[in-house]
């Protein structure tokens, strides 16, 4: 069955600060990969898809297969990127069925 | 365009009781699911539907029944509340099928459940 790992509970960074959000991942197939985003009293929304390769308010996330990993990474940290993040896996077939890892809350401080 | 729309945002039961979640989308969209959210464990997909008048089981279907009359309405219904059903649940939406717009879910406000 398919598994996702995102080892950090909370991470702190100051502002101005590299981000790197860690998500591993186990799948036998051909993994989509997603990144989710919850501000606070915000609802829940995707931030990022791996297959799009695209850059969401200068966050990136690059699949590599070889460490089954998926991790988030922004140059340089914002106050308004405070957030609760998730690593998303697809069964494949399309996003729908998600199978999520248990978030990372980052906090970014001034 | 209301989206995701989840009601109630709160509620409280007793253990045996039972209650539905109501869920509604005015997007069109063919795949609803449900989630719960509990500490540590991230989200997990309780049921799903990938259109109207058809359900299948998600990871953690036990205590849970849904039903799919209509494509704008997927509500949950808890039989027998019990307190590990303590959660915030979610409901979510999309076109359903590949590609970058059809993926992407649409998430209600939620609802914060608790059994005592």
């Known amino acids: 069955a398919q598994r996702v790992t995102q080892p950090e509970k909370l991470l702190s960074v100051f502002k101005g600060a590299p981000v790197e959000l860690k998500c591993n991942y186990s799948?036998?197939?051909?993994?989509?990969l997603f990144w989710y985003v919850q501000y606070s009293r915000q609802r829940l929304q995707l931030l990022l898809r791996h297959i799009s390769r695209e850059s969401i308010k200068g966050f990136t996330a690059d699949l590599n297969k070889g460490e089954t990993s998926f991790h988030l990474k922004k140059p340089f940290a914002q106050e308004e990127d405070s957030a609760m993040y998730y690593c998303?896996?697809?069964?494949?077939?399309?996003?729908?069925?998600?199978?999520f890892g248990t978030g990372t809350q980052l906090k970014v401080e001034l | 365009n209301a989206g995701v729309t989840q009601t109630p945002k709160f509620q409280v039961l007793k253990t045996g009781q039972s209650m539905t979640l109501q869920c509604a989308q005015d997007?069109?969209?063919?795949?609803m699911s449900w989630y719960r959210q509990d500490p540590g464990m991230g989200l997990r997909l309780i049921h799903y539907?990938?259109?109207?008048?058809?359900?299948d089981q998600g990871e953690v279907p036990n205590g849970y029944n849904v039903s799919r009359s209509t494509t704008e309405d997927f509500p949950l219904r808890l039989l027998s509340a019990a307190p590990s059903q303590t959660s915030v649940y979610f409901c979510?939406?999309?076109?359903?099928?590949?590609?970058?717009?059809?993926?992407?879910?649409?998430f209600g406000s939620g609802t914060q459940l608790s059994v005592l």
């Open positions: 799948y036998s197939g051909s993994p989509e």
């Open positions: 979510a939406s999309s076109y359903g099928g590949q590609g970058p717009t059809n993926e992407k879910l649409f």
């Open positions: 998303a896996l697809s069964e494949g077939g399309g996003g729908n069925k998600l199978t």
């Open positions: 539907s990938v259109g109207a008048g058809i359900t």
């Open positions: 997007m069109n969209h063919e795949y």
